[in-house]
């Protein structure tokens, strides 16, 4: 039997939101043997699922996305804010698990079933395994020595693959696969936003579902034809206007992916060169993640619908029953994960299988103290990071 969890613990606490919404990353430290273990069946995961299994994790690494920097600036408190502070940070995890569930009453999984959540009959997980898991609800409680995971969206780990490696798929693999089922086979992809932590397992995904042609748009136009992203061709979008690629004009794309918010550019540039994915009537599609500012701030519902929902419905309107489905490709916003453990079992899956590899940014991964967690947050929050930012917290 494993040792029993201390009751302190190492975590990294977040003190307080950035002052005006100007990220400081001055509120972020690493508190040594202070922090409070956990307790499973006990506390609340800060992350809020307590309607879903819930076990306990040894943890390894942690890799960070765009919302743990969000939750940090405090723009979206009203959603993902913290039940309290300090709060400790990080959403997607890989660890070994030191403790399980246990079994629930009769009446307990009666309720969970009548609410449509899980119950722990079906956890089929074991002290020891190495397990990947995804946030639920807020990207928050990881980085931490221990920490509480779903068991819903939750998967064990292949030996192939790292700690590193397994934290950094279960983050952004999952989204690169969600958004790689809506690619089919002999499709022509152009991929925005290549370079970073989905971009660079899309590019990748795109190749695995058939796609006859992989193009990318980054910073690093090198590195996105370069194993294991493999770009057929790629541009520097700071050196050379994508969407005035002759080339691209010529053989317009089936799939363009936005994952850096470029759609009022392409309705603007389709009216002035012939246009480089084909129309939505032709069969073209354009899919996205993100709006069309990646920086933002939501203090209330009605912010969240204009931001997320109304431009999302007008645009599928348009572009399927408007004149604009002549010109413009079919809009899908294609945001949410499944709470199951589907996508996870899948995406971890294909890296077994070497059809897909984590891509890590080679800053990291970084330390698990306060300069490395700092560090590692600056990163991230540059929207320049090459792969995923992904923290070492303990060793195998």
Known sequence: MPNAPPEKMRAAQCTDYSENNNISYEVLSVQNDIVPTPRL????????????????IRVLAVSLAPGDVRVLSGKTRTFQGPPSFPYTPGGDVCGVVVSLPEEESEEEKKKKKKKGTGTNERCKFKIGDRVAARFVNKPMGMLAEYALVSTEVCDVVPECLSAEGAAALVSSGTVALILGDRIREGDRVLIFGAGGGVGSHLCQMARARGASYVAGVGRDPK????????????????????????????????????????WPSLVKQTSRYQSIIKSANKGGRYLTTTPDKPEYELRSTWSAMKMFLFPALWRVMCTRGGVSRYYLPKYSYVM???????????????????DIFPCIDTQGPFAFDTEGVRDAFRLQGSYHAKGKVVIT????
């Open 41 to 56: 069946g006990i506390d609340t995961p800060p992350s809020g699922f307590e309607d879903v299994n819930a076990m306990m």
């Open 223 to 262: 590195r996105l034809t370069e194993k294991p992203l493999g770009c057929d061709r790629a541009i520097d979008y700071t050196a050379e206007d994508p969407f005035a690629v002759k080339e691209w004009a010529d053989d317009p794309f089936d799939v363009i992916v936005d994952l850096a918010g470029v």
């Open 336 to 354: 949410a994960l499944p709470l199951e453990p589907d996508v996870v079992t899948r995406t971890l899956a294909l890296a077994s299988e070497s």
């Open 393 to 396: 917290v303990s060793k195998e």
